[in-house]
């Protein structure tokens, strides 16, 4: 049975950072593409960043420079360091591996003063 299972998420205010963890079970990590995927209320899941197993990363073009996909093979985690928050980051953040095939619980994040 494949688990993954997200944590991190909470408030921050805006220019605050935050750091997703994504760990993996029941599928064989390394193998897999990882991702973070987000949504906003009424709108459909939207790509953050997917990072696969040869090590290339590709980003949404609203967080190139801000965040940062990286995982730990040895700990079947993947993360996803957010810097710069803004309000417009507001959303639930969901990991996926083998490009949404699939997915964990999901986190919400707020960005808020």
């Known amino acids: 049975q494949v688990q993954l299972v997200e944590s991190g998420g909470g408030l921050v205010q805006p220019g605050g950072s935050l750091r997703l963890s994504c760990a993996a079970s029941g599928i064989i990590f390394s193998r897999n593409a990882m991702g973070w995927y987000r949504q906003f209320p009424g709108k459909q899941r939207e790509l953050v960043a997917v990072l696969i197993s040869g090590g290339s990363t590709n980003y949404a073009d609203s967080v190139k420079g801000r965040f940062t996909i990286s995982r730990d093979n040895a700990k079947n985690t993947v993360y996803l360091q957010m810097n710069s928050l803004k309000p417009e980051d507001t959303a639930v953040y969901y990991c996926?591996?083998?490009?949404?095939?699939?997915w964990g619980q999901g986190t919400q994040v707020t960005v808020s003063s």
């Open positions: 996926a591996a083998g490009w949404g095939t699939w």
